[in-house]
């Protein structure tokens, strides 16, 4: 006979003398221990021998979920799968499968630290403000309205960490998905200004003649280290930004046109960056 919702709530956890076995449909069938626990089962022949497997138990997986893993079992058979074997596969899958927290420091070591000049503070960002809250959870698990509850909170309070956190987080799933760890980009379609209502400013306030000479002065008496010094003022004085200055080298400069060429792969556009000074 059929099995029905009915008679399983009525004989589940209904204690007997031994184990009794009652088939279903479709070569499915119930295992009941004398403590009265429902195990469904598929049973089927493959290379010639009778084997079964168990499929779940009752009331955790329902009558309906049994029956529809059953037929997905059965027409992995057809195709030469053992469905022993595939469930064994697919549990260990489970068990290795890579965590938010693992693929991060995976993406960040193998691709951040060669290709990305700012890697230190993405790894900060993200132990600050990503790892805590989902990273213990399976990196192919993650859904889109978790990622969105860390992004619209932080766009609260900060919206270009919240811009950080959302650009690195795509690059992060896109570099998973390529190496078959994660089945789809949930954030593939989410834009910073458009979800996020992260919002670019721009303004064209430049120090006046005053300030700057009010902070030439702070950081002449500052008792930062007298290289830090120079630093700052070179800043200052070609209006530049802080790592193209720490990574130009003595051949950028010609001293006699007093020009300062940046390098293609050390300014941000890609392009050659020339900075004039007279003196």
Known sequence: MALTDAWLKANNGKQREKTEELADRDSMSIRMSPRGKITYQLRYRYDGKFQRVDIGSYPLMSLKDARIETQRLRALLEQGFNPRTTKQVEKQAIIEADTINTLFYKWYESYCVDNKKGHVEIR???ELYVLPKIGNLPANKVTLHEWLFILESKAKESESIAS????????????????KVIDTN???DINACDDLNVKKHTTDRVLSDDEIRLVWLAIEKSRIAYKNKIFIKLCLIYGCRNGELRLSEKSHFDFDKKIWSVPPEN???????LNCVNV
């Open 124 to 126: 900060r960002t993200f």
């Open 164 to 179: 950080r956190i959302l650009t690195n987080s795509k690059q992060m799933i896109k570099w998973a998905i390529k190496r």
């Open 186 to 188: 949930v954030l593939a």
């Open 267 to 273: 300014h941000k556009i890609g392009a050659c960056k």
